[in-house]
C-alpha cells in the first residue's frame, strides 16, 4: 500500500526548544526530508512570535527555501494576522489548529472552541483567494492533559463543523500520546460513515509505546496519511506531558517491513537524524538511530533464521 507521510520536525519538532535553532540549519533539515523522499514538509508557524520564539524566523526560513519545488510547504496559520503574513510566501497549504478539548483550546489559543472556530473562517476564505489549500489540525483528539479521554463523538462533532466549512483534509493530533488502536478504529468507522469526503491524516506521538500500534490502527482501517518527525522531537509547549512525535526513522521502518511503500529512503533518513542530534547537541529518541542498520530492513535467508 502507498502510504504518505508528512515531515512536521521543522514546526512541531523544534517548537518547544528552549535553544534558538539557526535558520541556516533549520533551511538544511527541510532540505535533508526533501532528499530523503519527502514531498509534504511542515516548515513552520505564523503564530504570534512571542507566543512560540523558536518560529519567529518564518519569513526568513521559507525565503531560504526558494526554488524547492520538489516538497508541498506546510506551515500553521493561526489568524487573519499570520494568513496575511503566509500569503507573502510560496506555502501552499495553510493549516488551521483548534482544539477539540475546550481546556486545552484555553491553554493553547486563549479561546473556547467555538471562537476558535470563527477566528479560522477569515483564514480559509483569504487561503481560497489567494489559490492556496486550508487544511485543519484538531489537537487532543483522542485524549487530553487537562480533561483526560475525549470521545469520539466530541471529535467528531469538530470534524463537521469544519467540514461545514469546506475544509476536505483534517489532521488528528494525539497531543499528549494516549491514543489506543481502539479509539483510531472507532475514529476512521465515524469519519467513514459520517464524513466519508474527509481526508484523514494520523498526528500520533509515543509517550506510552502506542503509536506503531495506532499506526497499524489506521492502516488496517482505511488511513494512508500519517505525519512524523526525525529524530522523535516535538512536542507541545501547552500540554502539560506532551512527548515527541513519533519518529520518522522508526514510522519509516517499521511500514517498510510491513511491505508498504512510503517513497523514503530510510538510511538517508537515519543519517539526517544523526546530523540533527550534533545540531541539537543530544541524542533524539529515535530508536533506529540506537541500532545497527544491518537485518533491521531486508529479511534474513531461511537458513540464517534463529531457530526456536
Not at 24 to 32: A, N, P, S
Not at 98 to 111: D, F, M, R, Y
Not at 165 to 174: A, E, P, Q, V, Y
Not at 241 to 252: M, Q
Amino acid at each position: 500500500m502507498k502510504i504518505e507521510l508528512t515531515e512536521v520536525a521543522p514546526r512541531d519538532g523544534l517548537q518547544s526548544l528552549p535553544e534558538p535553532v539557526p535558520v541556516g540549519t533549520k533551511i538544511e533539515l527541510v532540505r535533508r526530508a526533501a532528499n530523503a523522499g519527502f514531498r509534504r514538509v511542515e516548515v513552520t508557524s505564523f503564530v504570534s512570535p512571542r507566543a512560540v520564539p523558536q518560529l519567529a524566523d518564518a519569513e526568513a526560513v521559507l525565503a531560504g527555501l526558494a526554488g524547492l519545488n520538489t516538497v508541498t510547504l506546510e506551515a500553521l496559520v493561526p489568524n487573519l494576522r499570520g494568513a496575511e503574513r503566509v500569503a507573502r510566501t510560496a506555502v501552499q497549504d495553510w493549516v488551521c489548529f483548534l482544539s477539540a478539548s475546550e481546556s486545552h483550546s484555553q491553554a493553547n489559543a486563549n479561546c473556547s472552541v467555538t471562537e476558535a472556530l470563527a477566528r479560522i473562517e477569515p483564514v480559509i476564505d483569504l487561503a481560497r483567494r489567494c489559490n492556496r489549500t486550508p487544511v485543519a489540525a484538531i489537537a487532543t483528539a483522542f485524549g487530553c492533559p487537562f480533561e483526560g479521554i475525549i470521545p469520539v463523538s466530541q471529535t467528531m462533532r469538530l470534524v463537521l463543523a469544519l467540514r461545514d466549512r469546506g475544509i476536505r483534509r483534517i489532521k488528528f493530533g494525539d497531543t499528549i500520546g494516549t491514543a489506543t488502536p481502539r479509539q483510531v478504529h472507532e475514529l476512521a468507522e465515524q469519519l467513514k460513515d459520517k464524513a466519508p469526503e474527509i481526508q484523514p491524516v494520523l498526528h500520533l506521538h509515543d509517550t506510552r509505546g502506542l503509536a506503531l500500534p495506532c499506526v497499524l490502527a489506521g492502516i488496517n482501517a482505511g488511513f494512508t496519511r500519517f505525519e512524523s518527525s526525525i529524530g522523535g522531537i516535538g512536542g507541545c509547549p501547552f500540554a502539560p506531558g506532551a512527548t515527541g512525535n513519533v519518529a520518522s526513522e522508526d514510522l519509516v521502518h517499521f511500514l517498510h517491513a510491513e511491505g508498504h511503500d512510503t517513497g523514503i529512503d530510510l538510511a538517508a533518513l537515519i543519517d539526517t537524524g544523526r546530523w540533527l542530534e550534533g545540531q541539537l547537541g543530544r541524542p533524539l529518541p529515535a530508536r533506529m538511530l540506537r541500532v545497527s542498520p544491518i537485518g533491521t530492513t531486508v529479511p534474513l535467508p531461511d537458513g540464517l533464521r534463529a531457530r526456536g
